[in-house]
C-alpha cells in the first residue's frame, strides 16, 4: 500500500508529455521506450545515434535521482529478485510480440487516438490488475 | 551534434518525469495495479498528465513540414487489431503486475544499481531477443509448402 500523489503523478506525467514531444520535434520518433531500446540490440542496421543519446538521457535521469532524491528509483516491491526475472522476461516477449509498452501505445498512442493503442492498453491495464490482484489475493503480495 | 543534445534532454525529461511521478517504485506501479489491498490510483493521474500534454503538443508538432534533425515524421499508420497485438500485450500486462516494472522505469533504476532493476533489464532483453528468433523462424517457415501429389 502507497499514498496517494496526485501533484507529484500530473507532474511528472506532463514532464513524460513534453520529452515525448521534443523528440518527436526533434527526431520525428515516437517515445516508445520498447522500440526505442529493441533498435540498439543486434542485428537493426543504422539509426542508433539519437537512439543511445535517449537511452543516455534516461540513465542520467536515474543517476540524478538516485544521488539527490533517496528512494525515488530503488526497488521498494515486496516482489522477489527471481520473480522479477521471470516478470522481465514476459514483458520482454509482450512487448516484442505486442509492438510496444506503456509509452508507446499507453501515452503517445493514445495521444494520437489509435485504435491499436487503445485496444493494446487495454489489454495490458486489464492483465496487469488481475495478475497484481491474484498475487496480492492469493500470496498476500509476496512472492 | 544539437540533435543527439535533443534526443540527450528528451531521455533525461522523460526519465525525470517516471521518477517524479512515482513510475520508477515498483511498490507504487503494484499498489496501482493491485485492487485488493488499498488501491493507490496516483498512476492513473500519470497517465492523464502525460497524454494531456502530448494529445496538444504533437498536433502542434505536426504542423511542422518536417522534424528539426530528420527529414519525415515516423507516425506510425496501422489501424489493424491482430491477434499478435492482444495477446503481446497481454503477457506484457502480466509481466508489468508479476515485477512492478514496465521498460522505462526498469531503465531509468538501473542507474540505481538496484539488483531488481538489473535483473528485469537483462531478461527482458532475453525476451525482446527471444521472441525476435521466434518471429524470424516463423517467417522462415512460412514459404509456400510444396505441392502435393495426387
Redesign the interface.
Known amino acids: 500500500?502507497?499514498?496517494?500523489?496526485?501533484v507529484?503523478?500530473?507532474?511528472?506525467?506532463?514532464?513524460?508529455?513534453?520529452?515525448?514531444?521534443?523528440?518527436?520535434?526533434?527526431?520525428?520518433?515516437?517515445?516508445g521506450?520498447?522500440g526505442i531500446?529493441?533498435g540498439l540490440?543486434p542485428?537493426v542496421e543504422g539509426d542508433r545515434?539519437?537512439?543511445v543519446?535517449?537511452?543516455?538521457?534516461?540513465?542520467?535521469?536515474?543517476?540524478?535521482?538516485?544521488w539527490l532524491?533517496p528512494?525515488?528509483?530503488?526497488?521498494?516491491?515486496?516482489?522477489s529478485?527471481g520473480?522479477?526475472?521471470?516478470?522481465?522476461?514476459?514483458?520482454?516477449?509482450?512487448?516484442?510480440?505486442?509492438?510496444?509498452?506503456?509509452?508507446g501505445?499507453?501515452?503517445?498512442?493514445?495521444?494520437?487516438i489509435?485504435?491499436?493503442s487503445l485496444?493494446?492498453?487495454a489489454?495490458?491495464?486489464?492483465?496487469?490488475?488481475?495478475?497484481?490482484?491474484l498475487?496480492?489475493?492469493l500470496m498476500g503480495?509476496v512472492? | 551534434m544539437k540533435?543527439?543534445?535533443?534526443?540527450?534532454?528528451?531521455?533525461?525529461?522523460?526519465?525525470?518525469?517516471?521518477?517524479?511521478?512515482?513510475?520508477?517504485?515498483?511498490?507504487?506501479?503494484?499498489?496501482f495495479?493491485?485492487?485488493?489491498?488499498?488501491w493507490?490510483?496516483?498512476?492513473?493521474?500519470?497517465?492523464?498528465?502525460?497524454?494531456?500534454?502530448?494529445?496538444v503538443?504533437?498536433r502542434?508538432?505536426?504542423q511542422?513540414p518536417?522534424?528539426?534533425?530528420?527529414s519525415?515524421?515516423?507516425?506510425?499508420t496501422?489501424?489493424?487489431?491482430d491477434a499478435?497485438?492482444?495477446?503481446?500485450?497481454?503477457?506484457?500486462?502480466?509481466?508489468?503486475?508479476?515485477?512492478?516494472?514496465?521498460?522505462?522505469p526498469?531503465?531509468?533504476?538501473?542507474?540505481?544499481?538496484?539488483?531488481?532493476?538489473l535483473?528485469?533489464?537483462?531478461?527482458?532483453?532475453?525476451?525482446?531477443?527471444?521472441?525476435?528468433a521466434f518471429?524470424r523462424f516463423l517467417a522462415a517457415n512460412r514459404t509456400p509448402a510444396p505441392a502435393q501429389d495426387a
Open positions: 500500500m502507497t499514498t496517494f500523489t496526485p507529484s503523478a500530473l507532474s511528472g506525467g506532463a514532464l513524460i508529455g513534453l520529452a515525448a514531444s521534443l523528440l518527436m520535434m526533434s527526431h520525428g520518433r515516437i517515445a521506450i520498447s531500446y529493441k540490440l542485428g545515434d539519437w537512439r543519446a535517449f537511452v543516455g538521457g534516461l540513465l542520467l535521469a536515474g543517476l540524478a535521482f538516485t532524491v528512494g525515488a528509483v530503488e526497488a521498494s516491491a515486496q516482489r529478485v520473480l522479477t526475472a521471470v516478470a522481465g522476461l514476459i514483458v520482454g516477449v509482450g512487448v516484442t510480440m505486442g509492438n510496444g509498452c506503456t509509452s501505445h499507453g501515452v503517445c498512442g493514445i495521444s494520437r489509435s485504435r491499436r485496444v493494446a492498453t489489454a495490458f491495464m486489464t492483465t496487469g490488475m488481475i495478475t497484481a490482484t498475487v496480492q489475493l503480495g512472492l | 540533435g543527439l543534445t535533443a534526443a540527450l534532454t528528451a531521455g533525461f525529461l522523460f526519465g525525470t518525469g517516471l521518477a517524479v511521478s512515482g513510475m520508477t517504485r515498483a511498490d507504487k506501479v503494484i499498489a495495479l493491485d485492487l485488493a489491498d488499498g493507490d490510483p496516483s498512476l492513473a493521474l500519470v497517465m492523464v498528465g502525460a497524454i494531456g500534454v502530448h494529445f503538443l504533437f502542434l508538432v505536426l511542422r518536417s522534424p528539426v534533425f530528420a519525415q515524421f515516423g507516425v506510425p496501422r489501424r489493424d487489431i499478435r497485438l492482444v495477446v503481446g500485450a497481454g503477457l506484457f500486462g502480466i509481466g508489468w503486475g508479476l515485477g512492478g516494472y514496465c521498460p522505462g526498469g531503465m531509468v533504476s538501473v542507474s540505481s544499481a538496484s539488483p531488481h532493476a535483473v528485469f533489464i537483462v531478461t527482458m532483453t532475453a525476451g525482446v531477443l527471444l521472441y525476435q518471429d
